[in-house]
């Protein structure tokens, strides 16, 4: 079973530009969430999507966009960074068919944004 | 009255001890509530989760406790061991979007 991966790792982004960060999915699982953690805090929910189509969004604004494939991969844009945009972005997937499925994280990507 | 109030904010256990987490929350709907492991540079693990029906859940040397009057609910770790200290997050739902408490990080001394 192959578990829920991210890249990449880390990167580096200068204030105004925009970031694609990508996820694919654990094996079998329909649903990807992305989170936010900021240093020293809990995730912080921004948005899901289930079978490509968006299934929820957190208190972020419009400029963090997101996508899924059919092969239920994931991208997370952020357009226009901002310095307060910097930290440890999250995918998490789940069965998405039934409500409270348990989330695997991947490890995130660390955006920082100079 | 999505928050989850979480605490203590670090906690620092001899080995064998018993460590405990507190989260309160006030969303009446909420009817999960998951329990993460956090270690650096690592993604959020799932650790136990329970739902409102019962008051508690045991697993190995982990137990969730579960007061619905008073709206908390807290982590025990029984037999604290080096290899438990991390950042431990409670979190609670009522959809599949979790709200996240701010972490507890737990150190366990030998």
């Known amino acids: 079973e192959t578990g829920v991966t991210q890249s990449p790792t880390h990167l580096i982004k200068t204030r105004g530009q925009q970031v694609t960060l990508r996820c694919s999915s654990q094996?079998?699982?329909?649903?990807v969430s992305w989170y936010q953690q900021a240093l020293g805090q809990g995730p912080q929910f921004i948005f899901q999507?289930?079978?490509?189509?968006?299934?929820g969004r957190g208190n972020f604004p419009p400029r963090f966009s997101g996508l899924q494939f059919p092969n239920y991969s994931s991208e997370l844009n952020v357009n226009a960074l901002e310095l307060d945009d910097s930290a440890l972005y999250l995918c998490a997937s789940s069965l998405g068919d039934r409500k409270n499925s348990p989330l695997h994280f991947g490890n995130g990507t660390r955006l920082t944004v100079t | 009255q999505q928050q989850v109030k979480q605490s203590p904010q670090s906690l620092i256990v001899q080995k064998g001890g018993i460590s405990i987490i507190n989260c309160a929350y006030e969303n009446t709907a909420f009817d999960y509530f998951p329990w993460y492991q956090q270690f650096p540079g690592k993604g959020p693990a799932l650790l136990i989760a329970i739902r409102p029906d019962v008051s508690e859940k045991k697993e190995g040397r982990f137990t969730i406790s579960f007061n619905k009057s008073a709206k908390q609910f807290s982590l025990h770790i029984m037999d604290s061991q080096p290899g438990d200290s991390a950042t431990y997050f409670c979190?609670?739902?009522?959809?599949?979007?979790?709200?996240f408490g701010t972490g507890t990080r737990l150190q366990v001394f030998p």
């Open positions: 979190a609670a739902s009522s959809t599949d979007k979790l709200i």
């Open positions: 999507y289930y079978r490509e189509e968006e299934n």
């Open positions: 094996s079998g699982h329909n649903t």
